[in-house]
């Protein structure tokens, strides 16, 4: 049986989760395509965008110009043994009344924990 959620494997992905959603808020491109797993079998759905590939997903992050603010309301991470894992998130963006929604997959590597998966919608305030 799979271990759920051993300790030193949550913190070691909500360091990894923390270090991508500090480069996102940021803009720091390098990180968040370091973040990705470097495969073309990475998937990324966006707000509008459908991503297939490290190599769309590096590049759709040269159109963003800007830093974000957004506050994390509510996390949950979830680990399967010591080398995988799942993170949800929602998302608030400052002066939006939408609420983001992210979800990622993560799977520990060679060169670290990587997003394999992710998809990011809105969902209006109600």
């Known amino acids: 049986m799979v271990e ?6 949550v913190a070691e992905v909500r ?7 500090r480069a996102v808020d940021d803009n720091d491109v390098a990180v968040m395509n370091e973040m990705f797993w470097d ?12 991503l297939y590939g490290s190599a769309e997903i590096a590049a759709y992050r040269t159109t963003r110009k800007t830093k974000i603010e ?3 309301p509510r996390t949950v991470i ?4 010591r080398d995988f894992a799942i993170a949800w998130t929602e998302t608030c963006l400052k002066g939006s009344a939408a609420l983001g929604r ?4 993560w799977v520990r590597t060679d060169r ?5 998966a992710a998809h990011v919608s809105n969902m209006e305030a109600g």
């Open 39 to 50: 495969s073309p079998h990475t998937v990324r759905y966006g707000r509008a965008e459908n």
């Open 70 to 72: 957004r506050s994390y």
């Open 112 to 116: 670290g924990w990587r997003i394999v």
């Open 15 to 21: 360091a990894a989760f923390d270090r991508y959603n």
């Open 102 to 105: 992210q979800s990622q997959t």
């Open 78 to 81: 979830t680990t399967f043994g």
């Open 4 to 9: 759920i959620n051993i300790s030193e494997v």
